[in-house]
């Protein structure tokens, strides 16, 4: 749940400066407005009432009462979005709401009422807030938005998503100068519309109080020496997540199922290539419910579809994992970024904004909802579609992000509770199931425009050329000071243009492989590419400057940051699939091997493991 006025009046979302400071009467007033756009749209009153002009609410008969003027009563258009209410007081005039759940495609909203409530004294019926239902599920990633490279980092991971799922987590939290715990909220509870009648005058709504949560797990392609066997060799981590994940969640299905009223517990698989390596999930996961004594198919398997083999055979993939599948969902940066390195030899790439339009795109996100679809995700699982990355940037995403719903996704990725407390507006605009029916008499096979690479189809001028490496040396640079240097899985990271980007660890498999493709193919030299990265650390030193925490990067260009970007990109052709958590992984653990030891540790070069180091 997130409140609608905090979003409206803290973000571009409602045009204006967001004052500093103490409550603004002033914007309050332009939020309500935008506020009662929005009721007027998803709750509208009969007669074309608008709820501007409410000055009175409350419950009569079963249902809801609105006055808008000393004479005049109306009710809701749809007295059905009526689900419940709670109520202050019994009053002289009846009882006195002091909240109101109502619903509308298939979410809630909550109007919270007091009066003498300082933003609820301002307005008319004494709305304090509106809750949103939104975010009705998270993922907790230990993965690409996670920087866990050795036993003590992973624990921690596990500690989380341990204290999660058996609902016992509590974090401090500083705001204002006060201290204050944060726990997992607890069921809501209303009185329904008919509750007062002798028969049923116990009657009660009840909702979660938190989001059903996730956890995406490591690809396959990752070994660990967090456990090892009798040889010393290293072992796959997809086994170690699996089982310690799965043990965790074991927490709540034989608990509360606070997180699953299922019984289930969500995996999410990434980087998977084809319905072999969805089999093998399968395989592991059946293995890991056997040894913790877990019900057969109680392990979901979400499935991201970010390679171009797993696009290609998604249906197939489905299929193998039709017992576990509960989302697919797709992503610009990792799908693009396997798309250039499977397509290295074949020529040199389109700049990278240009890509986003290029034929294999938009075949791509239209084969994930068509496969989906095919498959009967709809009223059993997420079809999901990609992050927006500003989160900065409210008003241009509730401009855009409902075209994700237009497109058949019935989830898509933000990156706050702010964020996805107001794209929750857009499921009340859309009707996705009926957008969802057109499309599935629309499918298409779309195998042609998948298998064709956003090859370059045109000369590019040497400005052209050197803005684009800049802006992926700049990139990279921003997000490996991060990972490397502070173990800062994901954050705001400033891009060549000082506009804040959510940021993983895709971002850098797309930059390095982009540089990388153009290397190969003698759009840029070597010698461009050092230059450019010597260039821009000075632009990230820059952009960093008020982080006490910061190593910089200029006039040394010795770090382990600074060598991990360059290995990123040289090495990106010779990289497997062009993952960059080889890379990223090693250098981390120099930097903590150096913030141990001190300056006289030398760092070690990243060199390719054997595969002999492997189990």
């Not at 409206?8 to 979302?13: K, R, S």
């Not at 019994?90 to 300082?118: K, W, Y």
């Not at 979400?302 to 055979?313: A, F, H, K, N, V």
């Not at 990792?334 to 290029?358: F, N, Q, Y």
Request: contains cysteine; aromatic residues 6%.
């Amino acid at each position: 749940w997130g409140s609608l006025l905090d979003a409206f009046y803290g973000t571009d979302a409602v045009p204006g400066r967001v004052p500093k400071g103490g409550y603004c009467a002033d914007r309050g007033e332009r939020v309500f407005w935008k506020v009662h756009g929005f009721l007027d749209e998803a709750f509208a009153l009969e007669e074309g009432h608008s709820w501007n002009l409410a000055s009175r609410i409350f419950v009569a008969d079963g249902e809801v009462k609105v006055q808008i003027s000393w004479n005049r009563v109306t009710r809701l258009k749809d007295p059905a979005a009526f689900v419940g209410y709670r109520t202050l007081s019994d009053g002289t005039f009846g009882d006195i709401l002091s909240s109101l759940l109502l619903r509308h495609n298939g979410l809630h909203v909550e109007l919270a009422f007091d009066p003498e409530h300082p933003i609820g004294a301002t307005h008319p019926l004494g709305l304090k807030d509106v809750q949103m239902e939104a975010a009705l599920s998270v993922l907790a990633d230990a993965e690409d938005s996670a920087c866990t490279v050795d036993a003590a980092d992973k624990a921690v991971a596990y500690r989380n998503w341990n204290g999660l799922m058996r609902g016992s987590i509590s974090v401090p939290v500083t705001k204002q100068g006060a201290t204050a715990d944060r726990t997992l909220n607890p069921p809501r509870v209303w009185r329904a519309p008919s509750a007062g009648s002798p028969a049923v005058d116990d009657a009660k709504v009840t909702l979660p109080g938190r989001a059903v949560l996730m956890c995406r797990n490591v690809g396959m392609h990752m070994y660990t020496d967090m456990v090892q066997t009798d040889a010393a060799l290293k072992t796959p981590e997809q086994f170690l997540d699996a089982m310690v994940t799965a043990a965790c969640g074991k927490h709540d299905v034989l608990g509360e199922k606070a997180n699953s009223a299922a019984g289930c517990v969500y995996l999410v698989k990434p980087k998977l290539h084809g319905a072999e390596e969805a089999e093998f999930v399968c395989e592991v996961f059946a293995r890991v419910e056997e040894l913790l004594g877990m019900a057969k198919n109680s392990l979901k398997m979400g499935i991201m579809d970010e390679e171009r083999r797993t696009s290609l055979e998604l249906g197939r993939v489905l299929h193998a994992a039709r017992d576990r599948a509960f989302f697919i969902n797709t992503g610009f940066l990792d799908r693009v970024g396997d798309e250039i390195h499977t397509s290295m030899a074949a020529g040199p790439m389109l700049p990278k904004e240009e890509i986003r339009s290029a034929p294999f795109l938009a075949a791509y996100e239209a084969n994930n909802v068509d496969r989906g679809l095919e498959a009967g995700l709809v009223g059993r699982g997420q079809i999901g579609k990609g992050m927006w990355a500003a989160p900065d940037n409210m008003s241009a995403m509730m401009a855009q992000k409902a075209d994700h719903l237009r497109q058949g996704a019935t989830v898509s990725w933000c990156p706050s509770p702010t964020a996805a407390t107001l794209h929750a507006i857009h499921y009340h605009q859309v009707p996705v199931r009926a957008v969802q029916e057109e499309l599935r008499r629309a499918a298409a096979d779309r195998t042609d425009a998948l298998l064709r690479p956003p090859l370059l189809d045109r000369a590019l001028s040497a400005e052209e050329v050197q803005q684009e490496l800049d802006g992926n040396v700049q990139s990279l640079l921003g997000y490996v000071v991060r990972w490397v240097g502070q173990g800062v899985g994901c954050s705001k990271v400033l891009d060549a243009n000082d506009v804040a980007l959510m940021e993983d660890r895709a971002t850098l498999r797309i930059s390095s492989q982009h540089i990388a493709n153009w290397l190969h193919h003698g759009l840029v030299t070597e010698g461009q590419v050092l230059a450019s990265l010597e260039k821009m650390a000075a632009v990230v030193d820059a952009q960093n400057a008020g982080d006490a925490s910061y190593r910089a990067l200029a006039p040394h260009c010795d770090t382990v940051e600074f060598q991990a970007a360059k290995d990123l990109v040289l090495q990106g052709a010779a990289t497997t699939n062009g993952y960059t958590e080889y890379v990223l992984a090693h250098y981390r653990r120099e930097r903590k091997a150096i913030d141990a030891q001190g300056a006289s540790y030398q760092f070690v070069p990243y060199a390719t493991e054997p595969q002999a180091a492997h189990a």
